[in-house]
Each structure stands twice: as structure tokens, then as C-alpha cells.
């Protein structure tokens, strides 16, 4: 047990010290804090206007989210900053279809860069690794195409050794067929819909397992994106949903496609589609803080196809959900995800009705604005073979648009002792 004790105290102490140099760093060198991302530029404000820290939303956050990258309530035009190039005139309505509806660009090119450095410590090996050091950096556009479009697209640059991995994630159009954000789709690649949280807006470094984790030989797991469509959108201001038809994994020249739906709902706070919080920008000084309860259920089933010469599928279906609390500076999340697939293992075709389940809590502490404390346990039992894991993150913002963050995990496997895996310390920076 003592030594145990001492393995976390060493690394923690790691983890500070390295936690400071990347602080000291970015008080030194802020020359990234000139510049700003493409909604910053656009409504000229901070990027906190919309993140506890980026890319972590804050309730109006979510709400800009929910409205296609809009303001709420139909208030965007007055709110931006940015003079729109119009695409034809405004009269060509009238001609249509006899001419092109009109329609705009931004005047601002909705573009921004991510980029991130870092330096892990590996317990097992007792090594610290540079090898993060300048290793991703991510290029993404969003914004709106006049009042029924816009969209999202990011890429990713990555170091993988001497050689540059490059990904593409989320790439996707979002329409809007009506003023409100009752009924909106999305064409393209993204995240489905499934629980409140995502890896995409999370201040832990850990990937989550409910949302990443394959099963046997079926390579699918919900992010960091499936490619289809999706129609979602806000019902009387507190309801939230998302039905999707996508791909999945392994059926690209097949037929079959997964489906999914979800529903939420929230008490409390401010309306999931922004409605209440007045015209202009949000003068909340505190824009993570309200107190509200969001509760959220989906089912999804789907189909992979795994790679044998004769194609063997794999059908299975999942169902979950979570629940959001908002307590001013305290945000907690706990939710269940559970799986089962018919036959995902090549190696043993008479395992069949295999179940996985999957859970997580986690808590977060506006401590300072500058200043977010977080943990999570979460654990994944596939079949007989469970595994724990607890993370810890602490982000501190240097400038709105440059965050420093300590990390470390520890599992605990079947039989296993809760044990370190990896200390991390970084620096990202947007501009």
C-alpha cells in the first residue's frame, strides 16, 4: 500500500512541476493571445463568452450549439461583428426559380487553428516522453451561410513519429429549414447525439470509454464521428433530440446502416435553445454558473461488418443515458451506456450475446475563472472482464485562448490493482 502511495505522490509531484513550467511558459510567451478563433472574431468577444474553458461549453455555450451556431432568438444579426458578403440580390427571391436563390458568406474567413504540446510521464517505464511536444495541431472552420446554413470542419495534423498523421473528423453541413431551432439536420461526418458529454467538449484529457471503446472485433464506437445524417433540434425550449441514419463501422460497401434517437430534458438554468437570455451578449460574470438538472436517454442499434474473407456481421444494440447537474461552480455528469453484440469475435464465432456495460462520473470546479479542477471514474465490463479507471485534469487559462493542463490516470484491470498509467503536462493554444 506504501508503495502504491509513493508511485502517486511522485507522480503528482511530476505533474506540478511540469504544470508549472507550461504556466510559466505562457505567461512568457502570449504572443498566441493577440489572436483569436473564428466565433471569437465574429462577435468580437471572449472566447468565454461561450467555454468554461476551451473546449468545455458554458450553458449559453450549449445553447449556441443547439442553434446552428447562432444566437438565440433570432437576435445573431445584431449581435455579430462581422459585415456579410451577400451572394446576389436580395430581389432574386422573387425570380426564383428562375434565378439562383441568394444567399452569403461571411465577410471574416470562419477559420482558426488548434495547436497542442505536451510532455507525459510513463509510470511503467518511468520515462518522461517530448515526443508530444508540438505534436497535433488542428485546422476548423465553422460558421453560417446566410440564415438556413452552416457548418463545421476540422483537421488534424498529428506527430507520429518522423512521419505527420493527418485525420479528418468532423466535416458536415447543418440546415435549418425554419427561423427556430425546432427541426435542423446535419449531412456529412460528426458525433451522433448520445449523451450530454463528448470528447469533443471535454476538459479531460482521457477519452471516455461509454463513447470510444470497440468490442471484440466490431471497430465501432459512437466518436470522435459517424458519417450520415441526423436531424435534431429544441422543442419547447427545454427539449432537446437527435435521430440519426449513419454508416457505423465496416458496412461502407454494404447496405446496412445504423440508426439511432435520443431525448433530453432540462430544469433549470437557461433554456437548452438559448430563449430567455436576452438580446446582446450574456452579462452573466459568471457564464458557467446557473443551477439546472438535464436528464437524457437514447437507443441506438447497428450493424458491423468485421473483416473475415466472408464478411461475418455483427448486429448489436445499445441503450443508455445520463444526467447533467449544475450547481453555480460545481458541474457533475453520471451516466450507463449498455451493449450487446451478437458475435464480435472473429476468433471465437460461438461467443454470441456479448454484453458491455459502461459507466462514468465525473465532476468539474470553476475554482477561479481561470481555474478548472476535474475528475472522473468511469469503468467498462466486457463480458466477465471489468476494468476501472479514475483521471484527474486541472486546466488553467493563461489567456482565454491559451490553457495550460496537468493530467493522470489509473486503471485498475480484472483482479488488478488501481495502478498510474501515464502523468501528462501541456499547453494548447488558439488562434
Known sequence: MWQARLAIRNVLRSASALFVVFLFIGVLCPQGASAVPAFARKYQTSCQTCHVAFPALTPFGEAFRWNGYRFPAGTDPSVSKDQPV?????GYKKLWPKAVWPGEVGGVAPVAMVVT???????????VNFGGLGSEFEVFGAGTLGEHFSFWASVIFARDGASIATEMERLNLQIRPFEGPELQFKVGSFEPGLLLVSTHRSLMDQELFALTATVG????APEPFQQGFEAFGVVAHRVTYNAGFVEGSGSIADNSKDVYGRVAYKVGG???DGVGQG?????????????????SGFAYKGQGIL??????RDAF????????VNFLDLMARAGLVDRKNDAPLIADPTTTDLKTTSQFAELSWVAYPWLVPAARWESIKVGADKTDRVSLTVTALVRANIKTFVAADWQKPQGGKLENEEGLAGISFGF
Open 279 to 295: 438580446e446582446g451578449l450574456p452579462a452573466n460574470p459568471k457564464p458557467w454558473s446557473e443551477k439546472s438538472v438535464t436528464v
Open 117 to 127: 504540446s505536451s510532455v507525459a510521464y510513463d509510470h511503467a517505464a518511468k520515462t
Open 217 to 220: 472485433d466490431n471497430t465501432w
Open 86 to 90: 451577400s451572394l446576389g440580390a436580395d
Open 270 to 272: 437557461l433554456a437548452a
Open 317 to 324: 444494440r445499445a441503450f443508455g443515458g445520463d444526467v447533467g
Open 307 to 312: 473483416d473475415t474473407p466472408d464478411a461475418t
